[in-house]
């Protein structure tokens, strides 16, 4: 029987790195702390909390603290707003910033575009923290369009050149629905699509894997949507297709006669995890 674990499956690349960074500054005896929990995962957070890691959770908690004991901080993967870089800057903490490359471009072209007079459009959900960093690069007018109603209903009162770029998990095709509309009314100069293909990839080397496989194991969070997403494109391609959260959900009864155990992970899933499960299968049947 073959284990075979998806070529996209975990962290994407921009977590992966920001998570390693917090174990390499952790491991410097330094006082870490990281703006939001590095990763939706609690065991991650848990693991890294034993290592002396904290947590700051919001602007509010950052300008209370003193500078007593010359903390490092460390900004996740979906980056944070200018004014949390300039806060640290003020209280002279040590800023170690893992914004993922990816969020990075779009903070520059942001901030170079709402420089020269633009009003910035950012296609993506407005309470998600990658969407108010984003936000926070703009230094004119900003509007976040979530839905095609929202885009239906956009209009600008002077006339102004417009720059809209996406948050970088956004749907494609919906992205794409939105622009159309813009297009339609003449915004149309300054379209850069800012979607980062992990997700995708992701998603496609689940299914391929799915598609030949006899048993699939999805791995993640029982509240992480891409998780669930993953489930659903791996069931509808392998009748036996279990989602499990750790090792201890995994209660397999496997069909006789398998060839092929398929392993897929969530976004928010740490490698080690997915090992563990991996050589569990392997030894066990
Ligand atoms: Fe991940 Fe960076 Fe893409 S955080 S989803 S690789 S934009």
């Given amino acids: 029987m073959e284990v075979r674990l998806a070529e996209c499956a975990g962290f994407c690349f921009g977590v992966k790195r920001a998570v390693d960074t917090v174990y390499e500054q952790a491991e410097a005896g330094k006082t870490i702390y990281t703006y939001g929990p590095i990763v939706h995962n609690e065991e991650v957070v848990r ?26 901080v460390i900004i996740r993967a979906h980056g944070v707003p200018r004014e949390i870089h300039d806060i640290l800057n003020q209280k002279g903490f040590e800023c170690v ?37 984003i936000k926070g690069w703009c230094s004119g007018p900003v509007t976040i369009i979530e839905t095609l109603e929202e885009a239906e209903n956009f209009f600008l009162t002077e006339e102004k050149r417009v720059c809209i770029v996406s948050q970088t998990t956004f749907n494609y095709n919906k992205f794409q629905e939105i622009v159309e509309i813009f297009q339609k009314k003449g915004y149309n ?87 563990e499960v991996q050589s569990y299968v392997r030894i066990n049947f």
């Fill in 47 to 72: 693991d890294l909390e034993e290592k002396g890691v904290r947590v700051i959770e919001n602007k509010d908690e950052l300008l209370q603290m003193t500078g007593e004991s010359a903390p490092t």
């Fill in 97 to 133: 910033d893992a914004t993922c490359p990816f969020v990075k471009k779009i903070h520059r072209i942001v901030e170079k575009e709402s420089e020269a007079g633009c009003h910035i459009v950012i296609v993506g959900d407005p309470n998600h923290p990658e969407v108010e960093g």
């Fill in 189 to 275: 100069d300054n379209i850069v699509n800012t979607i980062c293909n992990a997700t995708e990839e992701r998603q496609r080397s689940a299914k391929a894997i799915a598609a030949e496989a006899d048993v699939m194991i999805v791995i993640g969070g029982k509240h992480s949507s891409n998780t669930r997403k993953l489930y659903d494109i791996c069931s509808r391609e392998c009748e036996h297709t279990y989602f499990i959260q750790t090792l201890d959900d995994l209660h397999l009864e496997l069909p006789k006669a398998v060839r092929l155990v398929g392993i897929t992970a969530g976004a928010s899933t740490p490698n080690k995890l997915i090992e």
